[in-house]
């Protein structure tokens, strides 16, 4: 191996495809280097082309895209130098790189593992494929590589199924899987965007350790700052197919100089925005609600609790199906004992990773899903409605009141639809006005979220995440409800988009006088929006408080992990490992004695510590001990 | 304009591109992308589709078959029932051109018949000096278009006096051709009539059986499994036993097509169900639920339309199944008897083996069959890959 020799040079890419509307290219002149042993970071939004270029690199591009340029691969073992463009497509020479040289993980760990095998039979298969090794010495390498990734049993995690292995675990296979026959180069395509941040993190420092440790070199690709902050030698920002702007991490950091690059930082929240500052977006919205209804003016009448849940319980039977009908259930508690209340004009924002019930939560007010047990009450000032029991035309008038704005952009809207009848099908439902005040509303709605009255006729698939999502929230602005359920409504765009829609939704609480229920596993966004913010984990509220004492001052063992487990795209501020793995993260049994109820008869209870400070501890435990944890 | 790479191992620079930047360059569109996104679902279809090109011949074909049944009775030169005694197993005629190297026209030679003492064959041979040149739009047989207008007018009939036997005749001496044409009246709207009913029934049962799932769907799912496993032969034989010999030919068509159909259903209905199931989880299901909507505007406006296409397609490669069907019912005398003419109905002509080897042309029939059963194959497969064009 030369010292000054590049492990992957890719020069003057262009990709392009030929799609129903003639040739799009997706990379144009695409130059980029990755040294041995280094982290290069690749930095877009989704369609700027970043995983094209992963894709010909492992030469796995579809049938219908045409490449031009060069990439060239120099294996650091022999300093034998190839381009990977040049390599017949699936031929030997391009397979004997794959997974041996190069390897790469996916986004998506639930996918990305073969139910039917087991962990270990799929993580052999790589070195039966490149290596002579016996049976039994592919069972010890695979072992001793789970026990690298972090498996504490290896011998046990080997015949697994990939269904009995968590998402952060799964990827850990996954990295197993890629690293075996230790590659040269990994190829990180969005390695941590479908998990939870505090898995997050610990998937960050894994591979961080792992590649000091192999001394290998990474292509890292993401559209979080944060996580290249952290992980990152050098990075490249693409936009739309084009480089924009390249360098060591510390220049890039320290001195971005590009708009784009900069538009992108100032999109990102973080936890020193003073209150009321606003985020940049790099396409921002003009909001002009003024035609959407008349001033509200019964308001001040309205009592101060728009919605009061009291001790909401839902529980889940997984059903142990045997070949002659039902046997035993296992009950899983989703939601267990939530109370909260939602203050008229105020936005409560509900903090969680995936499983802790907070999706639950907002199906049972919005009466998707029945409850178990406890109550909702909803109260705008016109008598008091029980939200569980509505029936009917109580019902139907509870629907125009509470709206959702979904996750999922693609799949919220109807694809046979056009816009206009999805902003009019609300009020069709309702009854609301004739064809022609019906349009008028729609043109409204449409003026409303910034959105061009041109666009009517068009159907959802011709438009954008963040265009859809505002669509979404047309939607549910169509019938004047009081409180909008925003159901993790921008984790699905990209960063600038999301400060875009983030914006947008301050801005029509703001003129609307709307009440938010705003539901997200990202603590920083939450911030943005909410006035208060509720914790929750394993079904329960950990921990609800003022934004400015969550953050300030958290208690509750879990909301630290939370908070030291966001990735800060700012250098001098690097994830902070030790912590989290002290804090234990959502695994209750590290929380300590005071968090933790245990066995013992002694059930948790919020404790209040004032300011509407409350944290779910053992009833016996005296609150200033538990600001000393 | 673009970044330049350092030399392989040196420091990188820190480089700024100095393009001009327009944040709005991802979401604005070129000409050829916004024609597609504006572009209505059936407008997309219809793009995709066109790109198939083995299915736009096969839907072009389809489309003359069906034009051509509307007006058999133009397009044949033959009526169904004429007969030619003196014409009785005569060989296909082979249209020439040239006349002792002069063009002169479509035409065909007389034939002079005689008997093969040996094998009792009627033996016909060509008269090279007898040219019957072929008329176009011209009076033949009399018929009634459509049961209404009564004229004389064909496509194309033999010269005054003369014979055209293009694919040969059959044992009463009538044109193989032109009872071709007339059987495709039945063999291809049978498929049509029975894909209508089992798509009702399939939509319906399916529909209901994904929708509110419970016993109903349980239920459904047996009675399509016990469905599935009957041997269909022997059934159709005893359900065409049910149906009484003095009913009218007419009723039994349709008794026939009813019970094709009846039998049908089960793969559509399963379909739709599994359809159902994976539609009803999309957001946009959901968000109409909260919205208020009722279960029927639900299935009518969200779930129908969302697999509407893939039914569409569905239904078009299941056509052939009722075709074929219909083709063995009728084959084995269990179906459609005459004088209704199918092609199942010609092909019991050629149930001997002595007949298809003295008379190998009344296996003619086949060839419709068989084209028109590749080309609703080859169709559904394009309607089948243009059904999804969001995909």
Known sequence: MTSGSDLLRIENLGISFSMLGGRMHVVKGANLRILPGKVTALVGESGSGKSVISQSVMGILPNTAAVTGKILFTDPVDGRTTDILQLERDGPDIRALRGSRMAKIFQEPMTSLSPLHTVGNQISEVLAIHTKATKSERRSQTEEMLGLVGFSNPKRTYDMYPFELSGGMRQRAMIAMALICRPALLIADEPTTALDVTIQAQILELLRNLQHKLNMAMLLITHDLGVVANMADEVVVIYHGEIMEAGPVDAIFRNPQHPYLKGLMAAIPHFDMKPGERLKALREVPVNSGALWGKRTHEETAPEVLVSVRNLTKSYGIRKAGLFGKQDKTRIRAVDGVSFDIRRGECLGLVGESGSGKTTVSKILMRAVTPDGGSVTFDDGKGKIDVLAAQGAKLLELRTKIQMVFQDPVSSLSPRMTVQNILSEPLEIHGRGDRASRLETVRALMQAIGLDQRYLNRYPHSFSGGQRQRIGIARALALGPRLLICDEPVSALDVSVQAQILNLLKDLQKELGLTYLFISHNLAVVDYMADRIAVMCAGRIVEIAPREIILRDPVHPYTKALLAAVPFPDLDRPLDFITLKASGASDERAWGPKFSGGDSDDPLSPADLGNGHLVLARRNVDTRELRSW | ?391
Not at chain 2, 5 to 14: F, I, R, S, V
Not at chain 2, 55 to 66: E, K, P, Q, R, V
Not at chain 2, 73 to 88: C, G, K, M, Q, S
Not at chain 2, 160 to 186: E, H, N
């Open chain 2, 1 to 391: 304009m673009t970044a330049q790479l350092p030399l392989p191992g040196a420091p990188l620079q820190h480089y700024v591109s100095s393009a001009p930047f327009d944040p709005l360059s991802i979401e604005a569109m070129t000409d050829a992308q916004a024609k597609v996104h504006l572009a209505s679902q059936l407008r997309l279809m219809w793009w995709k589709f066109r790109r198939h090109r083995l299915a736009l011949a096969s839907g072009i074909f389809l489309l003359a078959l069906y034009g051509m049944i509307i007006i058999a009775e133009f397009v044949a030169p033959y009526n169904l029932h004429t007969r030619n005694v003196d014409f009785i197993h005569a060989p296909p005629q082979r249209v020439r051109l040239f006349h002792d190297g002069k063009l002169i026209g479509p035409y065909v030679y007389g034939r002079e018949m005689a008997l093969d003492m040996d094998s009792l064959k009627r033996v016909y041979t060509d008269n090279k000096s007898d040219v019957q040149p072929l008329r176009f739009f011209c009076r033949g047989d009399d018929y009634r278009l459509w049961g209404q207008f009564a004229t004389n007018v064909h496509l194309v009939c033999p010269a005054k006096g003369g014979q055209l036997f293009l694919l040969g005749t059959d044992r009463l001496g009538r044109d193989v051709l032109s009872r071709i044409i007339y059987g495709a009246r039945i063999s291809l709207t049978i498929g049509l009539i029975g894909i209508t009913i089992s798509f009702v029934l399939g939509i319906i049962i399916g529909g209901l059986a994904g929708y509110h799932g419970g016993w109903f769907d349980l239920l459904v799912q047996r009675v399509i499994e016990v469905l599935q496993s009957l041997p269909s032969l022997p059934l159709w034989m005893a359900l065409a036993a049910i149906m009484p010999v003095t009913w009218s030919p007419i009723i039994i068509y349709f008794g026939i097509t009813l019970i094709l159909g009846m039998l049908d259903w089960t793969g559509l209905a399963r379909a739709v169900r599994s359809k159902i199931l994976a539609l009803r989880e999309e957001d946009y299901v959901l968000a109409a639920q909260l919205m208020g909507a009722k279960s029927g505007r639900i299935i009518g406006r969200h779930l129908v339309p969302g697999f509407m296409s893939h039914l569409i397609a569905t239904a078009t490669i299941s056509i052939p199944g009722m075709i074929l069907g219909e083709t063995a019912l009728s084959f084995l005398g269990l179906g459609l008897r005459p004088p209704i003419t199918s092609w199942g109905i010609l092909l019991t002509e050629a149930r001997s083996v002595s007949v298809i080897a003295f008379y190998p042309w009344l296996l003619f029939p086949m060839i419709p069959v068989i084209l028109v059963i590749l080309a609703f194959n080859f169709l559904g497969d394009g309607l089948r890959d243009a059904a999804d064009p969001y995909r």
